[in-house]
């Protein structure tokens, strides 16, 4: 073969294999078939619980919700148009609100504490709500971020420098539409039939905090006025997967588009507050709010408006039976600190959890979700151990004993009480197996609230 043949064939050589690697490294193409294969990272499924962080300008007339301005100037609200022209000048605009975001009080090693002892395993920290103003320093946007206006720092930096090595994840949230954006409301004029709003603004951005932050969970939302055609979605998730510098490890939602809740993208959100009541096919997560009537801080809640610990463990234990992850919302205050109801409430959680984790971190649905029985029984499996259930009961049984129906006809070897190391006596019974339960003082309750049951299957 002549050196000019050899030389020919090296070249061939080498252009296979630039093709191959490319081919292997463009592992997702830009299709739903193909980004919908993706699956969904073991991290997230193991860690079941998450804290929400709704935090912006709106948390400074903090009335309302996060979506006061909208209710104010774009779809009016008659409440919030005369709370307005009672208590500002007739020239104030939202703009004038963004100088009070100051979160002078904001301690993120304080707010890590409380997010550790809550035992949530990730949270999700809002980056831009659809008011458009950024809790970090962007380069896409001037003037309307948290680098130049109000706290005058890198707030969602802070917070992630804060949380290394304390195993909590860090993800973020991104609203794509814009109220009032006017590169927005041109394309919207368009009929959509321009893209300036993507191309220009939202997918500099969405690179931006992907490059800078690398979060392991890109929460987005706010996309429900267009398909996902117009949000070139399955482009920028194929660059996300492919190219990205979270590429193996990051977790998305299905909120690209009109046409994507509970069909396309990562874990379906589906709706906010979503539970299916039975198991789905796909992973699935419980977005919710500690209080019922906002995701912002709201000065004028009132105490009825926020979940009971009680009722907190209910939505906790009835998500996680489904097999759904459960996201929490907490909504700081502009000065920077979460409210002690929220405190609170979290604290609580977190105490539940160091004694009955085993039957919410790493479980899977069983066979059965809630009890034959009873109604305020809920049942989770060990993912590392099939012959291991949980039951997990809302109340202390009267009389000290329980029947299982759904257990009626299974054997089974040992049952524990989560927390205690008090005998507990079992036998199956007609209509199920009956369990009863020791005589406890409430300094030997191995929590108050909501009881596990470890139970052994043969």
Known sequence: MSKSALKISFLLCLLCIFVVTLTESQKYKPTWESIDSRPIPEWYDDAKIGMFITWGVYSVPSMSSEWFWWF????????????MKKYYPPKWTYADFAK??????????????????????????????????????????YQWNSRDVGAKRDLIGDLQVALKGSGVRFG?????????????????????????????????????????????????????????????????????????????????NDRWGSDCFCKHGGVW??????????????????????????????RNADLRDFYTIEELLKEVIYTISFGGNILINVGPTSWGTLAPIYEERFGQLGSWLKVNGEAIYKTTPWIHQNDTLSNRVWYTASKKDKSTIYSLLLDWPV??????GALKDIPVSNVT?????????????????RVVFPYLNIRQMPCLWAWSLKISLQ
């Open 417 to 433: 009480l989560l927390g205690s190391e008090a005998v507990m006596k079992f036998s199956q019974e007609s209509v199920g197996l």
């Open 399 to 404: 009389d000290n004993e329980v029947t299982l």
């Open 172 to 252: 973020l949230y991104h609203a794509m539409i814009e109220w009032f954006n006017p590169i927005w409301l041109a394309d919207q004029r368009n009929n959509l039939t321009t893209q300036h709003y993507v191309k220009d603004y939202i997918f500099p951005q969405l690179r931006e905090i992907i490059n800078t932050y690398k979060p392991d969970m890109l929460w987005n939302d706010a996309g429900w006025l267009a398909p996902s055609w117009y949000w070139n979605a399955t482009v920028f998730l194929a660059w996300l997967y492919n190219e990205s510098p979270v590429k193996d490890y990051i977790l998305t």
């Open 100 to 141: 009070d975001f100051r979160a002078e009080f904001y301690n993120p090693k304080k707010w890590r504490d409380i997010i550790v002892s809550s035992g949530a395993k990730y949270i999700v920290f809002t980056s831009k709500h659809s008011d458009g103003y950024s809790l970090y320093p962007t380069n896409v946007t």
């Open 269 to 298: 959100t589906c709706s906010d507050r979503f539970h299916p009541g039975h198991v789905m096919p796909h992973k699935w997560v419980n977005a919710m709010t500690i209080d019922k009537g906002s995701w912002g801080y709201r």
């Open 72 to 83: 104010w100037k774009g779809q009016p609200q008659s409440y919030i148009v005369d709370f």
